[in-house]
């Protein structure tokens, strides 16, 4: 399928690496303009260096005065913030001895409160022009937690949740929202890991878990943008309200 996104201006959270810059790399692919937003500058800078149409801001999302201003300088630079992904997040887990409130505040913080502020913040020019696209990025442990998942299933849950609750407010504004959710796919995650187990082979490293997986494989970052790609299209105009498992089957729970 062939996907247009011209005259689009994409707002990308978490995007100096893994999904976001899937996203990044395959929405600009898609002739969108793309705003690539992460804390770390170097990373940032390097990732958005090869995708023409990209403007990188520096910006801890979590930090209200620079969340602000980065969509402050978006609009200055696009006029429009038309697909809002809220994807930067983190997986913190543990045993719920651990599950301190700091550590749970900490948690809905970055993937709960922050991406709510976003939509919040870009609404105004999406209810104008009555076209919006909010994808936030969850992961399937919100659907079906694992053992020692705290805090990180609860905030994915409540992300699907307020996902459903937004897409039936904004509907009448034409603002469709929905939420992919992560399975088992190749990050600079899964690499570190890699790393720090001594092993020489990164397939045989990643088969115990793949075989998990019924396509007894681990995603391509490349094949969840592309789902990404499609829901901030209009060829999904008429799908909103959806937790989309992006998974090769893996949960249970659809």
């Not at 913190?92 to 900490?106: K, N, S, Y």
């Not at 053992?147 to 905030?155: F, K, N, Q």
């Not at 909103?240 to 893996?250: E, K, S, Y």
């Amino acid at each position: 399928m062939q996907i247009d996104l011209t005259g689009r201006t994409a707002l990308i959270t978490g995007a100096s690496k893994g999904l976001g810059l899937a996203m990044a790399r395959r929405l600009a692919s898609s002739r969108a303009n793309v705003v690539m937003l992460a804390r770390g500058k170097g990373d940032l800078e390097t990732a958005a260096a090869d995708i023409p149409s990209a403007h990188p801001i520096a910006c801890d999302i979590t930090d209200e005065a620079a969340r602000d201003a980065a969509i402050a300088e978006a609009l200055d630079w696009f006029g429009t913030i038309d697909i809002l992904v809220n994807n930067a997040g983190s997986s913190q887990r543990g045993p719920i001895e651990d599950a301190t409130r700091d550590r749970m505040i900490e948690d809905m913080d970055l993937k709960l409160y922050a991406p709510l502020e976003l939509t919040r913040a870009v609404l105004p020019g999406m209810k104008a022009q009555r076209w919006g696209r909010v994808l936030n990025v969850t992961a399937v442990v919100g659907k079906a937690p694992n053992a020692d998942s705290l805090p990180t299933s609860v905030s994915r849950g409540a992300g699907i949740t307020m996902t459903k609750a937004l897409s039936r407010e904004l509907a009448p504004w034409n603002i469709l929202v929905n939420a992919l959710c992560v399975g088992k796919i190749k990050s600079g995650q899964w690499e570190r890991r890699f790393a720090a187990s001594g092993q020489d082979d990164y397939e045989n490293f990643l088969k115990p878990t793949a075989d998990t997986v019924p396509l007894k494989r681990l995603g391509e970052a490349e094949e969840f943008a592309n789902v990404a790609c499609f829901l901030a299209s209009d060829a999904a105009s008429y799908v909103t309200g959806t937790a989309i498992n992006v998974d090769g089957g893996l949960c249970a729970v659809t």
